[in-house]
């Protein structure tokens, strides 16, 4: 009988490596979201002095290419150094999975993205990123295009929920068209501040609502 | 060999051994095309096949016989319904239409299809548990409108609408009444003399009968023109060769669904709700509680992902379906649970089970308590699901 997955597909989707939460991660990225199908957080604990990934574990919301995506990049990743990670591919992580179906390649990008973020996230909290730029209103809005509305199951900024956006001495203010009241308002001004936050020069982030 | 406990029963049927016995015959001795009684004696015999078959099924509905056209399957009844009344119609009472959102793709794609051609198009909505309001659809009928179609039950969350109702309503305002009649099709009775119901399309495929046959009922002198052209069969309406052993094969189907064997189904079906929405927690049911199909439980698990449950659920022996988007072919989630008012999570969770015949309550205590596994299994691993005792997590 023909399987759209490889062997190895399913192995690692019938048990995954490295799952759950990691105690005393340093850094945690979470990608996707129930909206686009699927979601992975990644969880890493890296060595401060070596820079290398000393363990990883991953969190899956998906179908079974996200479930085995997400469990070969922890194998891919762990013992690295966080400069080799980043350049771990979805192409080496299909290939290492022995192939994808195409059709299943959006759901299972998001485990090299989460690996990525993670990795940025530790750059960002560590004081490590090079390019120190200054924080600009267009860097916040690439940010919140991560960020999903879940009224509708798209970014904030697609569905013109972002109203506002000031960048002043350390502060972020983004404004939301929604009431406070809004059952999503919680989680929105949550996910608003895990994302802004992490940048270097952002002492505080704000989320103003509507009315 | 491991078993295998098929449960997307309102996707295909596994035929039933007597409907195979009552077909064979047309295929090997009987098999002449229905010829009128002026010729060969091979082919009267196949016309009277074709006769005792339509007589059996349109009394089934409560209709006569000049009622009911054979056609390949719902599909095509819906297609001929929708387009053959437009055809008929369109052009001389005005150009609109009414469908639900939560119809099968038959009516909702031909509907659309009418819409490209410069029809209007309603879409009615309806209520959470999948009802359509009679009110919206009274207010939403106007002077152009010349046809509503709206189904009998719906092929994903099983909820039945109350046709006779809605064919009132019709009724009242002079238009036609199409209801989509593949889930309900001798599961819930339907009498036609009863029912102002106009059209109505039946498929032998969902209860244990051969794919490729199915039926649409025309009440007498309802405008509908031909859209498939070749010769003079059925009534003129429905071109092509007589699918005789399908037509012979369909009414023994439908001979064979009991009362008893629906009560059966319900039984089931309610055990497969009850358990799960009890047992398993953050388990929402699709659809309406107890006016629903017998053959029909649909849920959805709140933080995991329809694909990978019924890989797992396969893995273990078990077909079952899903309207996430992962599963379906257009990448696109269920337009049903959207159509119920729920959200992407809803429509990735969610989980129909469709039962048969040849389903047993063991397999169904197997079933529910095997996803109920795969269920757990898979929250562990979802970043959506509270967990227990949170770690201390990295900012």
Known sequence: MSQPYTEKVMD?????????KLENANAKATEGSPACGDMVSVYLKINDQTKRIDDVTFESYGCASNIATGSIITELAKGKTIEEAKNITWKQAADELGGLPPLKAHCSVLAVEGLRAAIENYEETHGLVKERKATTVEEVRRRLKKVMNPLVGLDLVKTELITGIMVEKGKVTVSVDLPETNQFANTIRQEVIEKIEPLWDVNEVEVRFAG | MQTYTYLDNGAATRLDERVLEAMTPYFLEAYAVA?????????????????????????????????FVFTSGDTESSNMALKGVALALGEKKGKHIIVSKIEDFPVLHSAQALERQGFRVTYLPVDGEGVVDLEALEKAIDRETFLVSIQHANQEIGTIQDIAAIGRVCRKKGVLFHTDATHTFTRVSIDVSDVPVDLMSVSAHTIHGPKGIGGLYVRKKTPIAKWMDGGFQEFDLRAGLENIPGAVGFARAADLVTDEENQRLTGMRDRILDRLLNEVPDTVLNGHRSSRVPQNANVSFHYVEGESITLHLDIRGFAVSTGSACFSRSLEGSHVIFGIGGDHERAHGSIRFTLGRFNTVEEVDQVISTTSEVVAQLRRISPLAPHEAPSEEAK
Request: glycine residues 10%; negative net charge; without cysteine.
């Open chain 2, 35 to 67: 010829t009128s009684e002026f010729g060969y004696s091979l082919g009267i015999e196949s016309k009277e096949a074709l006769d005792v078959a339509r007589a059996s099924l349109a009394a089934r509905l409560g209709a006569s016989p000049e009622e």
């Open chain 1, 12 to 20: 690692h989707f019938k048990n995954p490596r490295n799952v759950g």
